[in-house]
C-alpha cells in the first residue's frame, strides 16, 4: 500500500515537517558531531519526540525521523556495537509513532486533515562520511558497497513500522539505483521516496540533470515521490518544471533556507536566499510539487505557513 497516494486521493498536498537539527539545537543540543542528530537519539530522545510534536502542531502531514545520520558504522565509531545501534535506529521511528499517535488522539477535527505519516530518514554514505559529500557525491564506492551500507539501516526502520523511507539528500545516480536495487530484491511491498541534493537549477549535487533521475526511477514501482531536498529555494520551481517532464509520479520538495552549510565546522553562514520561503510555496505547487516541506534551518513556522496555504480552500 503506498501511503502517499492514499493521502493524496483525498487531499490536495502533504505538507512535511521541517528541520530537525535546528530544532534540537533551539532545546540546547550540542550537534557539532560526526552523529548530529543521531546523537540525541542515545542521549535525550525525549527532545526528539518535542520537536515532531512541535511539527504536527505546525501542521505537518509527515514526520521524518532523526535517522538520517544513525548508521551501524557511525555508531561503532562511539563504541556501540550492531545490536545497540539497531535498537536506536529503531528507536527513532518510535519516537515519531509515539508521537504522531499522541497528537491524533488528542486532536478534535481529524477530518480537516489526513493522519500524518512516518517517514523513516534514509540519509545518504556521504553523510556517514560527515564531510559534506552528501552535497558533491563524490564518494568511490560501487553499487553493491552502498546496498550493504543501506541494508540492516532499512530493514531496522522498516521493521520498526516505518510508512515510507524518506531516502534523502541524495547526491548521484549511483545511490539511488543501489536503494532501488535493494528495495526490489529485499524488501517488496515497501515504498520509498527518492530526494535528490541539487547544484542548481537543472542538475543534481553530482552533475548528472534532474530529469535524467526522475525518468530512471519513473519506472520502479517501489518508489513513492520524486524530487529534491536541501537545496536552495531559488533552484527548485525550475527543477520541479525539468522533472515533471520525465515521470508521472509526485513531486517532493523540501529545500533549506539558501545559506551555506560548511562540513568542516558543521556550520551555517550566509544569508537566506532573497525572497521570503514563504512566498515561494504557491510557485512549487503550481510547477507541479505535491509533497512540500522544508530541511535545515528551517522551523515549526515555516511549516505553519505551508499548512495554512495547502488548506486554504484554492
Not at 486533515?113 to 556517514?128: D, E, L, Q, T
Amino acid at each position: 500500500m503506498n501511503p502517499i497516494d492514499n493521502i493524496l486521493k483525498a487531499f490536495p498536498m502533504i505538507v512535511l515537517d521541517g528541520a530537525m537539527a535546528t530544532e534540537l539545537e533551539r532545546h540546547g543540543c550540542d550537534l557539532n558531531n560526526s552523529l548530529w542528530s543521531a546523537k540525541v537519539l542515545m542521549e535525550n530522545p525525549e527532545i526528539i519526540k518535542q520537536v515532531h510534536m512541535d511539527y504536527f502542531n505546525a501542521g505537518a502531514d509527515c514526520a521524518i525521523t532523526a535517522s538520517y545520520q544513525a548508521t551501524i558504522e557511525g555508531f561503532a565509531q562511539h563504541g556501540l556495537c550492531k545490536e545497540e545501534t539497531l535498537h536506536l535506529i529503531q528507536e527513532s521511528v518510535r519516537i515519531a509513532r509515539d508521537a504522531r499517535d499522541e497528537f491524533w488522539n488528542n486532536l478534535e477535527h481529524q477530518g480537516n486533515r489526513p493522519k500524518p505519516i512516518i517517514a523513516a530518514s534514509v540519509g545518504p554514505y556521504g553523510a556517514f562520511l560527515a564531510d559534506g559529500s552528501e552535497y558533491r557525491g563524490d564518494y568511490t564506492v560501487t553499487e553493491d558497497e552502498l546496498i550493504a551500507f543501506h541494508r540492516w539501516r532499512m530493514k531496522a526502520l522498516i521493521d520498526a513500522g516505518a510508512e515510507v523511507l524518506a531516502c534523502e539528500t541524495i547526491p548521484n545516480m549511483l545511490e539511488a539505483k543501489a536503494i532501488v536495487r535493494l528495495l526490489e530484491e529485499e524488501f517488496p511491498g515497501t515504498y520509498a521516496w527518492i530526494s535528490f541534493s541539487a547544484k542548481d537549477e537543472s542538475r543534481i549535487s553530482s552533475g548528472i540533470p534532474i530529469g535524467e533521475c526522475a525518468a530512471w526511477l519513473d519506472a520502479h514501482e517501489q518508489v513513492a515521490a520524486i524530487g529534491i531536498n536541501c537545496t536552495s529555494p531559488e533552484y527548485i520551481s525550475p527543477l520541479i518544471k525539468e522533472t515533471v517532464q520525465h515521470t508521472k509520479k509526485p513531486i517532493i520538495v523540501y529545500p533549506n533556507l539558501g545559506e551555506i552549510y560548511d562540513a568542516s565546522t558543521k556550520t551555517w553562514s550566509g544569508a537566506p536566499a532573497r525572497e521570503s520561503y514563504e512566498s515561494r510555496i504557491q510557485e512549487w505547487y503550481e510547477c507541479g510539487a505535491r509533497l512540500i516541506g522544508g530541511c535545515c534551518r528551517t522551523k515549526p513556522e515555516n511549516i505553519k505557513t505551508i499548512s495554512e496555504w495547502s488548506r486554504r480552500d484554492r
